[in-house]
C-alpha cells in the first residue's frame, strides 16, 4: 500500500516557476515508479512527467520539456515537479501517482494523490 500527499501548489504568473512535492508512505513507495499528471475540468488526466527507479531515467510530455524538471529524494521519500517558464495553459490540478510500471498511461497507476491547484494568470 502506499499513500501519496502532493503540496507546493499555487497561483503565479506567467513566466514563473514553481515546485510541487509529493511524499510517499508505505513499505512499497521506493519501488514504485512515480508520475505527475494533470487534469483541466472536462478533460482527461494527463500525463506530464515521471521517473522510473530501474533504470533510473526521467520522461515527458512534449509540451513540458524543457521547462518541467522530475526528481526524487530517497531518503525523504519525495518526489519533486520543478516547472519553469509557466504558461497560462499548465494551469491544472496536478496528481502525482505511483506505479510498478515506468508509464505514461494513468490506467496503469494504482496509488494517487488528492492533486494540488496550479493557477497561472497574470
Known amino acids: 500500500q502506499v499513500q501519496l500527499v502532493e503540496s507546493g501548489g499555487g497561483l503565479v504568473q506567467p513566466g514563473d516557476s514553481l515546485t510541487l512535492d509529493c511524499v510517499g508512505f508505505?513499505?512499497?513507495?521506493?519501488?514504485?515508479?512515480m508520475g505527475w499528471f494533470r487534469q483541466t475540468p472536462g478533460k482527461e488526466r494527463e500525463f506530464v512527467g515521471g521517473?522510473?527507479?530501474?533504470?533510473?531515467?526521467?520522461y515527458y510530455e512534449d509540451s513540458v520539456k524543457g521547462r518541467f524538471v522530475v526528481s526524487l529524494d530517497n531518503a525523504k521519500n519525495v518526489v519533486y515537479l520543478q516547472m519553469n517558464s509557466l504558461k497560462p495553459e499548465d494551469t491544472a490540478l496536478y496528481y502525482c501517482?505511483?506505479?510498478?510500471?515506468?508509464?505514461?498511461?494513468?490506467?496503469?497507476?494504482?496509488?494517487w494523490g488528492q492533486g494540488t491547484q496550479v493557477t497561472v494568470s497574470s
Open positions: 501517482a505511483a506505479s510498478t510500471l515506468p508509464t505514461t498511461r494513468a490506467i496503469d497507476y494504482n496509488y
Open positions: 521517473i522510473s527507479r530501474l533504470p533510473n531515467r526521467t
Open positions: 508505505g513499505s512499497t513507495f521506493r519501488t514504485n515508479n
